[in-house]
C-alpha cells in the first residue's frame, strides 16, 4: 500500500487484488509467505491461492509446522481444491540432487495466475548454517557462490516462464531494505544483499529485454 501510494505510476488499476484474482506465493510455507496467503485473504478477498515450496530444512518439527500450515490454507481456501493441490513440493532454484536445472513453469503448472509473489528460495539455505540442523542439507558441500546461483537461477525462471504467457500476470518480488538508491559492492552488508542485487538485475534485463514487467519490494 505505500508503494502504490508512492509511485501510483507503476500500479495499474487492473493489477488490484479482488476475489477473483488467481495469487501464486513461491516459498508459499515460509513466514513470510504463510502469512502474505492469510492476509491477502482478509483483506483483499483472495480465494484461489497456490504457490511452491522446497519444505526445508527437512527435520521432524519443521515438517509438523509445515503439515499444520498446509492443512490451515487448506481450510482457509477450500475452492482451490476442486482443481488442484494448493502446495507444490516442485520449486524454483537450483535441486539439490540434479545437475541440470529443471525449468518449472509455474504459470503453467498452476493454470495461470493473476498475481505471482516470489519470495527468496534462499531461506532454507541459510537455516542449514545453524549447527544442530547443518548435517541434513540435501546440498552437501556447497560451493561459495551456492547461495547467490540459487537466488538468480530462481528468479530467471519465474521470470522466463512469465515471459512466455500470453496474458502476463503482476510479478511482485522480494528485495532488501538495506540496498540504497545507488549499490556500491564494499557497502553490501550480507550475502543476501548481494542476492538482492542479483535479483533487481535480472528483474530489470527482463524489463527491457523481454518486455516482462516486475516490482522489486525492499523488505
Do not use: W
Request: glycine share 6%; charged share 15%.
Amino acid at each position: 500500500q505505500r508503494a502504490a501510494s508512492l509511485h501510483p505510476e507503476l500500479f495499474e488499476s487492473s493489477n488490484a487484488l479482488t476475489k477473483n484474482s488467481k495469487v501464486y506465493i513461491s516459498g508459499i510455507l515460509g513466514p513470510l509467505g504463510y502469512n502474505l496467503a492469510l492476509y491477502l485473504k482478509q483483506q483483499c478477498g483472495v480465494t484461489l491461492l497456490g504457490g511452491s515450496d522446497p519444505m526445508l530444512p527437512s527435520t521432524v518439527s519443521s515438517r509438523l509446522q509445515y503439515t499444520e500450515r498446509i492443512q490451515h490454507l487448506v481450510h482457509q481456501f477450500p475452492e482451490l481444491l476442486k482443481k488442484s493441490s494448493p502446495i507444490t513440493l516442485t520449486y524454483l532454484g537450483l535441486h539439490p540432487k540434479q545437475s541440470k536445472t529443471a525449468v518449472y513453469d509455474f504459470y503453467r503448472k498452476f493454470n495461470q495466475p493473476s498475481h505471482v509473489v516470489h519470495l527468496t528460495p534462499s531461506e532454507a539455505n541459510l537455516v542449514y548454517r545453524s549447527s544442530h540442523v547443518h548435517n541434513i542439507s540435501p546440498y552437501g558441500d556447497q560451493p561459495p557462490l551456492h547461495h547467490i546461483r540459487q537466488t538468480t537461477v530462481a528468479m530467471e525462471q519465474l521470470l522466463k516462464s512469465v515471459g512466455k504467457a500470453k496474458r502476463r500476470p503482476s510479478v511482485v518480488y522480494a528485495s532488501s531494505a538495506n540496498l540504497a538508491s545507488t549499490v556500491i559492492p564494499s557497502q553490501l552488508r550480507s550475502m543476501e544483499d548481494v542476492t538482492a542485487v542479483m535479483s533487481e538485475v535480472m528483474a530489470r534485463a527482463y524489463s527491457e529485454e523481454n518486455d516482462v514487467g516486475s516490482i522489486g519490494v525492499r523488505l
